[in-house]
């Protein structure tokens, strides 16, 4: 049986979760998400492999370029410049993604020994 994390469709819905998570649309994100994770599943009776692992936290993390989200909330609020906070979501973003990719790494040894 070929690997479920590997084959053509379920790397599509991964990067297509994590483009759209990169644009700040996590609304959007969400069903590509949950279709890779079910597919990166199939065949492990219930037991997470460690691509998965750090998949769901690499989205639960969204390291986001452009948070379109909420720009356009603070633009609704009469924001006069709503992207003015990129330097705090870019630094925020990839303080969340190294501290999670760091801990999925660990776990990841510690589990296996």
Known sequence: ???????EETLA???ANLSANLLGLG???????????RRMARGRDGAASDD????????TASLQLLPTTAAALR???????????????WLASLGSV??????A???SRVWKA
């Not at 609304?27 to 994770?37: D, E, F, S």
């Not at 998965?52 to 989205?59: K, T």
């Not at 633009?75 to 979501?89: C, S, Y």
């Not at 190294?98 to 801990?103: D, E, F, I, N, Q």
């Open 13 to 15: 819905a991964v990067s």
């Open 52 to 59: 998965l692992c750090l998949f769901i936290v690499l989205n």
């Open 105 to 107: 790494k660990g776990f």
């Open 27 to 37: 609304n959007a994100a969400t069903p590509l998400g949950v279709r890779a994770a």
């Open 75 to 89: 633009a609704a609020q009469g924001a006069a410049r709503p992207f003015d906070i990129l330097p705090a979501v």
């Open 1 to 7: 049986m070929p690997d479920a994390a590997r084959d």
């Open 98 to 103: 190294a501290a999670g990719v760091l801990a």
